[in-house]
């Protein structure tokens, strides 16, 4: 749904975000909060970046 004055297509500002993030060496809270910030994501945006990041990171297999 694209509202009245939005510059982006609707979800442009999540995909930016997750691309955005994806380059980042670190993909914590903060990151994520920083990229909410530089796309004008929602509350909602941001509470499924932390969900899709955290999921991702406890794929990793843990080295030793």
């Known amino acids: ?12 500002g999540l995909r930016r975000a997750v ?3 994806s380059g980042q060496p670190v993909r914590d809270a903060r990151a994520i909060e920083e990229a909410c910030r530089r796309f ?4 909602l945006d941001e509470d499924f970046l932390l969900r899709h990041f955290r999921d991702r990171s406890a794929d990793k297999p843990v080295a030793g």
């Open 40 to 43: 004008d994501l929602s509350p």
């Open 19 to 21: 691309e955005w993030l």
């Open 1 to 12: 749904m694209k509202r009245t004055g939005d510059l982006l297509p609707d979800r442009e």
